[in-house]
């Protein structure tokens, strides 16, 4: 009997590896596809969907990593609502344009936070650790 619960247990993590490996394709492409600078609000809404499944679908030894890299995310969006701003009201900034109720003071306040997470080496590092095991695991390369 034990023997048959070991088969099991087997091809569920052999299915599972198959499963991330096939997500982590797709997410491959759909990120390398991705200008981060022209991110809209739907586009980080499947970004973020994507990574909560990479999460859920990781090996124990990422799913860590693949957790921080999707609060980061939070953390991004919940500071620019902080300063009344969305993913869609960046783009306009980045065209000239002030979205309505714009308050710059806000905007700039956030900024050195937004910097910030952008260097955070604890972030480095699960990305890292990600691709790293994407290489061994899944024989891909995410840089």
């Known amino acids: 009997m034990s023997q048959s619960t070991s088969s099991n247990t ?3 993590t052999a299915n599972g590896t198959a499963a991330y490996c096939d997500t982590l394709k797709q997410a491959r ?3 390398s596809s991705t200008d981060f600078t022209a991110l809209t609000d739907s586009q980080f809404t499947k970004f973020r969907d994507r990574l909560q499944t990479l999460q ?6 990422v ?9 980061e995310l939070d953390s991004v969006k919940r500071l620019l609502g902080q300063a ?4 869609n009201d960046l783009q306009k900034l ?6 309505p109720g714009f308050d710059i003071t806000k905007f700039k306040a956030i900024v050195p ?3 910030k997470l952008g260097t955070n080496k604890r972030l480095v590092s699960a990305r890292n650790a990600i691709a ?3 290489k061994t695991t899944c024989h891909i390369s995410m840089h």
Not at 63 to 71: E, V
Not at 84 to 87: A, N, P, R
Request: hydrophobic letters at 30%; aromatic letters at 8%.
């Open 132 to 134: 790293k095991n994407a």
């Open 84 to 87: 009344g701003v969305s993913f």
């Open 29 to 31: 492409s759909d990120f």
């Open 10 to 12: 087997a091809g569920t």
């Open 113 to 115: 936070k937004l910097q």
């Open 94 to 99: 980045q065209n000239n344009q002030m979205p």
């Open 63 to 71: 799913q860590d990593d693949w957790r921080l890299l999707g609060s």
């Open 56 to 61: 859920d679908r990781a090996p124990a030894t």
